[in-house]
């Protein structure tokens, strides 16, 4: 149990440090009320979580060997994967990530966005215009689900919750989340410059790679 809380605390917090999804916690809060971008990330994130385990234990319907060997596969892949692209980063590539979070918020973020989804009714509608808070809330929560979606940290909450406690590992994840949202929102704008993405992007590899030489020796 102990385990499964703090892998998923530790891969999340140093996955989600500087990435897509901070940066447009960081952006929304340096232009919206800090209480109402941290409720709306930070609820797409634990969604994402939940849905994350949720079919991390599907996964478990497979022979346990699959799974097992899977999800050391996919670790090492990852680890390799991200210390390969922490290597090639410069600082010129460091800033990428950030102009992609301010392109995706503005083509997001304004007050027709919400307007053109299916989903969203005429009187839905009619209420959004009348509650500004509300808008900006559904706005910044489905940002950051869509960013999230696909994302490292979900492919990681998917194999973590395929071989440890779902529970457990939910916590840890939504907790880590919670940490970064925090960061993101309070301080993001003073601490977003000083963030180096080739570290933070070689630590998780490090972090990759250790869980999946850890799963390797651990054995079924």
């Known amino acids: 149990m102990l385990t499964a809380f703090t892998a998923s605390l530790l891969l999340i917090t140093i996955s989600e440090l500087g990435d897509k999804t901070f940066f447009i916690a960081v952006i929304l809060a340096m232009r919206h009320p800090h209480r109402t971008v941290f409720a709306a990330v930070f609820a797409a994130l634990a ?23 899977g999800e050391i596969v996919l670790f090492l892949v990852l680890g390799l994967k991200l210390l390969y692209d922490a290597s090639k980063m410069s600082a010129k590539s460091e ?18 966005a919400l307007a053109s989804i299916p989903v969203f009714g ?75 993405e080739q570290i933070i992007t070689a630590i998780g590899g490090v972090l990759f790679i250790i869980f999946g030489l850890a799963a390797y020796f651990q054995g079924v």
Not at 98 to 110: C, P, R
Not at 170 to 189: D, F, R, Y
Request: glycine letters at 6%; aromatic letters at 10%; one cysteine or more.
């Open 95 to 112: 800033t990428e990530i950030v102009h992609e979070a301010e392109e995706f918020i503005e083509a997001q973020d304004s007050p027709n």
């Open 122 to 196: 005429k009187s839905l509608r009619n209420i959004l215009a009348k509650y500004s808070w509300l808008r900006l809330w559904l706005q910044a929560f489905v940002m950051t689900f869509i960013a999230e979606w696909g994302d490292r940290t979900q492919i990681s909450t998917i194999a973590l919750a395929a071989s440890y406690n779902p529970v457990f590992v939910t916590l840890g994840a939504i907790l880590g989340h919670g940490i970064c949202t925090a960061i993101a929102v309070v301080g993001g704008s003073l601490i977003a410059g000083r963030i180096s």
């Open 47 to 69: 969604l994402m979580t939940v849905l994350s385990v949720a079919l991390g234990q599907v996964m478990t319907l497979f022979p346990k060997i699959y799974i097992h060997y």
